[in-house]
């Protein structure tokens, strides 16, 4: 048995006797307001002859009942005025109540906290977040009103993550108009008949008002932030626009898409190409290439799948114009004829925000009611010294090459970096990868990055950890790119050069910074749960707002600017972020949804691994692909999903299932009962709730079954023979 485990056994034993023996002995019979008036005068006598002793163990047995969360408290709070009088009194209650309505927050928080967090931690995310963020004036409301009663507020915000200190001091304070109140009660006992009347619905309506003051106060707080940022700017009597979007990448298009759908009048702004990124220069060309580049990997496997040989005669530039085309096909998905038939108002020109109600594009000012922020982000280039002498890739004009470079050097190990190594290795160029860090794709387990490295290693390519790009040179006509790695310099040549180091928020040329829209550390325009910057109806969605650099949620994101945006006034919605799935198109694929192992251990969360070894699954070997992981992290002794990793081959089509289940609170139980089509590559998520069960079997439960079975066969096991041994001759005899 554990240590803490023990001590809690130990803890609720010792809570459970002083309870038994409380209602054993019938004490409640001498904490009524019967026995306070008949011993009013012994008690007022010795509190006269002993009065330090008489305060101790008052607080004493308060605190106490109190941490016990025995019966009591009023007569207790009562007896305080008798014996002290008001002030005495209200000073000593007050420490008292606070003192043991912290102790009982403590032994709750001790003996549950981790049992409860451990079984419906997914169904208490909101609540704890709330608590994180508002939980003072939570608690502080709660301790004003006193219908609740204080025992069910001790016990169950022990449950939650407010930080101890917190809780005592907003509980003294809250405590303190009440415990007031039953104290000035207490100075006039002879008039009470009974605890119930010394608080009148008046006087409760009173203190419900001004629980509810604090949250007031700090809605009106914002509301008057949000007047005086808007107060330089003059209301227009009338608006252009319900909303005007500044970016038509995935952001901007779903955010405008919204607006039309819900028949609000809103304008989109591009400047450059319809898509964004995503379209353009990101997630669409680079699976097209990496695509033809799996072609080529399929070849050089040929024997693998039954051919002698195997030969594809291409040409680079050729392969390049496929990217375009395909970029092509996409496009009209995403095109101007296609938005303004669903009502947008498609505006091409550079956008400058000139007042929370204004932009103005091209000569021309849009009035707005509100506006979205969606211009995205570009690649960082970081200022390594000769950098800006040699031509430098980026991930925005890659695309543009027609000849394949013979020495590629990749800086950066990030899931860009990656993809694009693999795909130039893969295609023929010599690849050197750097990446500062001790490993590439730094977010993912180490047995993950480490088993992408391998695979790189394996095809040719020349992966760098730990190597920091120092400068490039030009010698002799050859570009030269110089690392620092162990105290020395290791030398990269190559012929071209692409930076993947990550990606910048665009907040510059848009009037942010003049209309004095915050930006955060990181860069991105500062954003609330809403969407909002410190300007009301400025919204912000994608790459520019973060945390997050994904098209997937940069659409999510725009469900939440948009509505909020258009309906704010009346319903407003916190961005969720519970369920953010993502995956790396290396070969094989990488894709991950919530906690890994290094997260799950930096946040100091306990949980179970599962791993599924793809090398058994029956249609990956059937595919030449019998490679890869399923790993699931659960909840210990639950089969609530924490986060799951796959490594192999369509990983980001396998994992769906997982996302579901952990956006729909679904157990690997269910997933184990559900029927997955055979041969699939999708039976690995079956495969891997099966190995969970498996490990979660009741052993001594199904010992007992195995007698049962046993029994119905008839067979004996002869006294003092191990179950082994008899398993073992029965099986023998049943052979013969």
């Known amino acids: 048995m554990k240590k803490t485990t023990l001590i809690r056994l130990i803890v609720l034993s010792i809570v459970a006797v002083i309870a038994i023996l409380f209602f054993a002995f019938d004490l409640g019979q001498y904490l009524t307001l019967e026995q306070l008036k008949a011993r009013q005068d012994a008690l007022n006598d010795y509190y006269a002859e002993h009065r330090a002793l008489t305060i101790g163990l008052y607080m004493g047995v308060y605190i106490l009942m109190a941490a016990l969360s025995l019966p009591g408290a009023v007569v207790m709070t009562l007896a305080g005025a008798v014996i002290f009088g008001l002030w005495v009194g209200l000073i000593v209650v007050s420490f008292a109540s606070a003192i043991g309505a912290t102790l009982a927050f403590l032994v709750s928080r001790f003996l549950l906290r981790d049992v409860v967090q451990n079984r419906f931690g997914e169904k208490l995310k909101a609540i704890n977040e709330g608590m994180r963020r508002d939980g003072p004036f939570y608690l502080f409301t709660l301790r004003l009103v006193p219908i609740f009663p204080f025992f069910i507020i001790n016990l169950v915000m022990g449950l939650t993550p407010i930080r101890t200190g917190v809780y005592y001091l907003v509980s003294q304070i809250g405590m303190l108009p009440g415990t007031f109140v039953y104290v000035n009660a207490g100075t006039q006992l002879a008039r009470i008949d009974s605890p119930g009347g010394i608080l009148s619905p008046g006087l409760i309506f009173s203190f419900a008002l001004l629980g509810v003051f604090p949250l007031i106060a700090r809605r009106a707080v914002a509301a008057v932030r949000a007047r005086k940022a808007l107060a330089p700017y003059p209301r227009p009597r009338s608006f252009d626009y319900n909303l005007v979007v500044i970016g038509a990448g995935s952001a901007g298009l779903v955010t405008a898409y919204i607006a039309a759908a819900v028949r609000a ?17 990101g997630c669409v060309p680079s699976k097209a290439l990496i695509r033809s580049a799996r072609i080529l990997s399929y070849v050089r496997r040929a024997r693998e799948f039954g051919f002698r040989t195997g030969h594809i005669d291409f040409d680079f530039a050729e392969v390049m114009e496929r990217v ?68 430098c890739l980026t991930s925005d004009n890659i695309w543009e090459l027609r000849r394949l470079p013979g020495r590629l050097a990749v800086l ?50 020349r992966v760098l950890t730990g190597h920091r790009a120092k400068a490039v040179r030009v010698e002799n006509g050859e570009k030269i790119l110089v690392c620092e790695h162990g105290g020395g310099e290791v030398q990269v040549p190559f012929d071209e050069i692409l930076v993947a180091v990550g990606r910048a928020p665009s907040t510059r040329g848009f009037g942010l910074e003049e209309l004095g829209v915050e930006i955060g550390p990181r860069g991105t325009v500062g954003t609330n749960g809403l969407l909002q910057t410190n300007f009301p109806n400025i919204f912000a969605a994608g790459d520019v707002a973060g945390p997050y650099q994904f098209t997937h949620t940069a659409a999510h994101q725009a469900w939440y600017a948009a509505v909020n945006a258009l309906f704010g006034p009346f319903k407003t919605f916190a961005a969720d972020y519970r369920v953010i799935p993502w995956a790396t198109y290396t070969d094989p694929e990488v894709a991950r949804v919530g906690l890994n192992e290094l997260e799950a251990r930096e946040q100091g969360s306990p949980y179970e691994v ?52 952990m956006k729909h609170n679904i157990g690997l139980n269910k997933i184990l009962g559900t029927i997955h089509i055979y041969p699939t590559l999708a039976e690995a998520n079956k495969a891997a709730a099966g190995i969970w069960k498996k490990n979660h079997a009741p052993e001594r439960l199904l010992r007992w079954v195995e007698r049962f079975h046993t029994w119905r066969r008839g067979e004996r096991r002869p006294k003092g023979m191990p179950e082994d041994e008899a398993a073992s001759r029965a099986s023998i005899s049943r052979r013969e």
């Open 324 to 391: 375009q085309r395909v970029i092509g096909k996409v496009a009209p998905h995403d095109s101007e004829e296609r938005y303004r038939k669903l009502g947008v108002d498609v505006i091409r020109g550079a956008a400058v925000i000139t007042s929370p109600y204004t932009v103005a594009v091209g000569g021309r000012t849009l009035v707005t009611r509100s506006i979205v922020i969606a211009t995205g982000a570009r690649p960082f280039v970081p200022p390594i010294p000769g950098l800006d002498q040699v031509s």
């Open 412 to 461: 950066g190990g990030g899931p860009i970096g990656c993809e694009l190594t693999q795909a130039f290795a893969r295609l023929g160029s010599s690849v050197t990868q750097v990446e500062m860090a001790p490993r590439i794709l730094g977010r993912e387990d180490v047995e993950i990055a480490d088993g992408i490295r391998e695979r790189f290693e394996a095809e040719g390519i």
């Open 265 to 281: 009048r809103v304008a989109l702004v591009e400047k450059e190409s319809m898509g964004g990124d995503c379209l353009n220069t």
């Open 610 to 661: 599962t791993r599924y070894g793809i090398d058994d699954l029956d249609r990956a070997i059937a595919d030449s692909e019998d490679h890869g992981v399923v790993k699931v992290l659960t909840r210990p002794g639950t089969d609530r999903i924490l986060g799951v990793t796959i490594v192999g081959a369509h990983a980001s089509d396998i994992i769906a299932e997982y996302i579901s289940a």
